[in-house]
Structure formats: C-alpha cells, structure tokens
C-alpha cells in the first residue's frame, strides 16, 4: 500500500491551503485515514481523521478550520485548511488504518506547509 501526499507549499497567515492524499487502493479498504503534523521538537500529532463511515474528527487546534474528506476519486482524501497560522507549520503525513486497531498501518511521505506571519 502507497500513500502519496501532495499540495503543501508556502502560505500567509490567514491563507488556504488544500492537501491531497492518493492511495495505491481504494480508501474504502481502510477503517479510517488521518492527516498528521509534525513540527520541530513536537511529536507528531492528528490534526484531522476520517472513518470509513464518514465520521471525522480534529483536535481543537484546527476545529473549524480544517476539514477532511473524500475525494471524487475513491483512492483520495482530502485536507482543506482555512485561516492559516503561522504554528500550522510543519510536515503534514497522510496514514491508514486498515484493520481498525487505532494504530496506523500506513504512512506517506510528508508534504511541508510553511506559514508566514
């Protein structure tokens, strides 16, 4: 399994962005996918995640500023981020979980948002 995130770039404050992410398979094969960042001396952490049902979920960091779906196509999920912060910056992975064990089985390489103030 390929996750293949793209659409990172360099923003201002207060700015969009959209982020995709293109599975080798149909998403539908997973229990639920997520967008993760991960910045400097940080863990990485969830910054959206989306159940095979549909159900999402974001931390309060981004709630109401980014949101994550499906796309057209049934290998892509989608990340659109609104009103940009300078500590949005970071790497951002897209992941699956395809046995629905909260673990994340696969991971793509990151994509960098860079923010400006």
């Known amino acids: 399994v390929q996750l293949q995130a793209s659409g990172g770039g360099l923003v201002q404050a207060g700015g969009s962005l ?7 398979l149909s998403i539908y094969s997973f229990n639920s996918m997520g967008w993760y960042r991960q910045t400097p001396g940080k863990q990485r952490e969830l ?5 095979i ?8 960091s981004v709630k109401g500023r980014f949101t994550i779906s499906s796309g057209n196509a049934m290998t892509t999920v989608n990340l659109q981020m609104n009103s940009l912060k300078p500590e949005d910056t970071g790497v951002y992975y897209c992941a699956a979980d395809q046995w629905g064990t909260g673990t994340m089985d696969y991971w793509g390489k990151g994509t960098l948002v860079t923010v400006s103030s």
Do not use: F
Not at 47 to 51: E, G, L, Y
Not at 53 to 60: A, H, V
């Open 18 to 24: 959209r982020l995709s992410c293109t599975a080798s």
């Open 47 to 51: 910054v959206a995640s989306i159940t």
């Open 53 to 60: 049902s549909g159900s999402t979920n974001y931390p309060d």
